[in-house]
T-cell receptor, first 115, second 112 residues
Framework: GAGVSQSPSNKVTEKGKDVELRCDPI?????LYWYRQSLGQGLEFLIY????????KSGLPSDRFSAERTGGSVSTLTIQRTQQEDSAVYLC?????????????FGSGTRLTVV | GEDVEQSLFLSVREGDSSVINCTYT??????LYWYKQEPGAGLQLLTY?????DMKQDQRLTVLLNKKDKHLSLRIADTQTGDSAIYFC????????????FGSGTRLLVRP
C-alpha cells in the first residue's frame, strides 16, 4: 500500500481480555517494527522483523506480548490478559531494510485503552 | 545504554524561529533523525543527518550536529501555527543498526 496501515485505530478492552493489533506495512518493505508510546513518554522499542523472522524481540515487556508476521507482509501484535499498564499507543513502522537515511515510515498507531 | 534527551516544551510566536535541542549518548550513531507527530497521527520523518555532517538545510529546516558535545538541534525558520506538534529526536543504535532510540519529544506550541 501507499503507507503503513494499522487497525483498529482505537481499541477499548476490559482488563484480562486478549487483543490483537494489526499492521500492514508498505509493500516491499522487508523490515517491520513495533514501538509503544505511553502518555508523555518517548517511543519504546518492542520488536523487529526482517521478513517473517524476528531477530530482536528484546523490547517485549512480558510473555503476555507476542507478535508474528506472515508472508513478509502483515504483522499482528497480540497482548494476552491485558493489564491497565498496557494502555498506550502502539505504533508500527516499516523500512526497505534497515532505517538508513530514510528512517522508518510509521503508521498512525492503535490507541489501546484497558479499563 | 543509549539515551536521548530533549526539553519537554517550547512556545514561540508565529513568524519567529524555533530551535529544538537534543542530546544523545552514542557517538557512534550513523544517522540522527527528527520526526514530527501531530495529534492523533503517527510520526512523520522531517529530516535526518548523517553523522559525518555538521549541518543540513532543507527549506525552513536547519539541522546542526555537534558531535563533540553530542548535541543535535532543529531550527524551524518563520514558524507557522501548522508547525505546532511534538518533535522527536532519534539516533540509530550502534549495536543494532535497525533500531532507533527516541527521545521523549518536545511539544512545540506556536502562538498567533
Amino acid at each position: 500500500g501507499a503507507g503503513v496501515s494499522q487497525s483498529p485505530s482505537n481499541k477499548v478492552t476490559e482488563k484480562g481480555k486478549d487483543v490483537e493489533l494489526r499492521c500492514d506495512p508498505i509493500s516491499g518493505h522487508t523490515a517491520l517494527y513495533w514501538y509503544r508510546q505511553s502518555l508523555g513518554q518517548g517511543l519504546e522499542f518492542l520488536i523487529y522483523f526482517q521478513g517473517n523472522s524476528a531477530p530482536d524481540k528484546s523490547g517485549l515487556p512480558s510473555d503476555r506480548f507476542s507478535a508474528e508476521r506472515t508472508g513478509g507482509s502483515v504483522s499482528t501484535l497480540t497482548i494476552q490478559r491485558t493489564q491497565q499498564e498496557d494502555s498506550a499507543v502502539y505504533l508500527c513502522a516499516s523500512s526497505p531494510s534497515g532505517p538508513g537515511g530514510r528512517g522508518y515510515t510509521f503508521g498512525s498507531g492503535t490507541r489501546l485503552t484497558v479499563v | 545504554g543509549e539515551d536521548v534527551e530533549q526539553s519537554l516544551f517550547l512556545s514561540v510566536r508565529e513568524g519567529d524561529s524555533s530551535v529544538i535541542n537534543c542530546t544523545y549518548t552514542d557517538s557512534s550513531s550513523t544517522y540522527l533523525y527528527w520526526y514530527k507527530q501531530e495529534p492523533g497521527a503517527g510520526l512523520q520523518l522531517l529530516t535526518y543527518i548523517f553523522s559525518n555532517m555538521d549541518m543540513k538545510q532543507d527549506q525552513r529546516l536547519t539541522v546542526l550536529l555537534n558531535k563533540k558535545d553530542k548535541h543535535l538541534s532543529l531550527r524551524i525558520a518563520d514558524t507557522q501555527t501548522g508547525d505546532s506538534a511534538i518533535y522527536f529526536c532519534a539516533e540509530t543504535d550502534v549495536d543494532s543498526s535497525y533500531k532507533l532510540i527516541f527521545g521523549s519529544g518536545t511539544r512545540l506550541l506556536v502562538r498567533p
